[in-house]
């Protein structure tokens, strides 16, 4: 779309007409939330304990189309509603900015607002769904489309617990003011690992299930699966070394 508009001098509209697609481009990414395994004291435990077993903090994020987080707040209760984070990312002095004609990607959860586009509720949305059941109307037709979009933010925090094993499900050693503060920075050094390349941490779209986040133990067997992956490689470059050396 970009090079016939720049081939042709085409305008946006023609474009649209073109390839069937709307001539804005509003969406600047998706938001959602994840839970990281939060130690607190005992006085306030009931609050972090959410629909996890273990307390929780509640974290939210607004995830770019290249898988980059744009926007990070950490540190709520792992029982507060994801729309009660959302509010609080808004009225911050640095909170959350949605500029005038732009929008995120968001679930149902966080309910529909200038600046924030969910999917319909009651229709079939999330990925696993379709399966080989083609589309039956304009509301399945949209959510496919939005979960089709919206899976970045999952990817993106799928790919943030792969990378930093802190944010696994092991019980945290540090204040809770700390493990605040490390979500945070992971974030920044997942943009940062981000800048330089793609590699293993960062899952596939086309891999993509719609609950990728994997336990320790399955991190456990991927680390040795890769570990000897690696060392079959090495052992390979010793042999085809030797080879040259024999010659």
Same mark, same amino acid.
């Given at each position: 779309?970009?090079?016939?508009?720049?081939?042709?001098?085409?305008?946006?509209?023609?474009?649209?007409?073109?390839?069937?697609?709307?001539?804005?481009?509003?969406?600047?990414?998706?938001?959602?939330?994840?839970?990281?395994?939060?130690?607190?004291?005992?006085?306030?435990?009931?609050?972090?304990?959410?629909?996890?077993? =273990?307390?929780?903090?509640?974290?939210?994020?607004?995830?770019?189309?290249?898988?980059?987080?744009?926007?990070?707040?950490?540190?709520?209760?792992?029982?507060?509603?994801?729309?009660?984070?959302?509010?609080?990312?808004?009225?911050?002095?640095?909170?959350?900015?949605?500029?005038?004609?732009?929008?995120?990607?968001?679930?149902?959860?966080?309910?529909?607002?200038?600046?924030?586009?969910?999917?319909?509720?009651?229709?079939?949305?999330?990925?696993?769904?379709?399966?080989?059941?083609?589309?039956?109307?304009?509301?399945?037709?949209?959510?496919?489309?939005?979960?089709?979009?919206?899976?970045?933010?999952?990817?993106?925090?799928?790919?943030?617990?792969?990378?930093?094993?802190?944010?696994?499900?092991?019980?945290?050693? =540090?204040?809770?003011?700390?493990?605040?503060?490390?979500?945070?920075?992971?974030?920044?050094?997942?943009?940062?690992?981000?800048?330089?390349?793609?590699?293993?941490?960062?899952?596939?779209?086309?891999?993509?299930?719609?609950?990728?986040?994997?336990?320790?133990?399955?991190?456990?067997?991927?680390?040795?699966?890769?570990?000897?992956?690696?060392?079959?490689?090495?052992?390979?470059?010793?042999?085809?070394?030797?080879?040259?050396?024999?010659?």
């Amino acid at each position: 779309m970009f090079l016939h508009t720049i081939g042709h001098n085409l305008r946006n509209r023609v474009i649209s007409a073109n390839f069937a697609r709307s001539y804005g481009t509003d969406c600047i990414g998706a938001i959602d939330g994840t839970h990281v395994r939060a130690g607190v004291t005992k006085d306030v435990e009931p609050s972090f304990r959410g629909r996890k077993a =273990f307390t929780t903090q509640n974290v939210m994020a607004a995830v770019d189309f290249d898988l980059r987080f744009t926007y990070v707040l950490a540190g709520w209760e792992g029982s507060a509603h994801d729309a009660t984070v959302l509010a609080d990312a808004l009225t911050r002095e640095r909170g959350l900015q949605v500029p005038p004609g732009k929008y995120y990607l968001v679930d149902a959860g966080y309910g529909a607002k200038p600046g924030f586009l969910p999917p319909f509720r009651g229709v079939r949305y999330h990925l696993n769904e379709w399966g080989n059941n083609p589309v039956q109307n304009d509301k399945e037709l949209f959510n496919l489309r939005h979960s089709s979009l919206r899976v970045t933010v999952e990817r993106a925090f799928g790919s943030l617990k792969r990378r930093f094993k802190i944010l696994d499900d092991a019980k945290p050693f =540090f204040t809770f003011p700390v493990q605040v503060d490390i979500v945070i920075a992971c974030c920044v050094l997942h943009n940062y690992a981000l800048s330089q390349g793609i590699d293993e941490f960062i899952i596939p779209e086309v891999t993509w299930t719609t609950q990728p986040i994997q336990t320790s133990r399955q991190q456990l067997s991927d680390n040795r699966a890769l570990v000897d992956h690696r060392l079959q490689i090495a052992a390979q470059m010793w042999e085809d070394r030797q080879l040259m050396y024999a010659n």
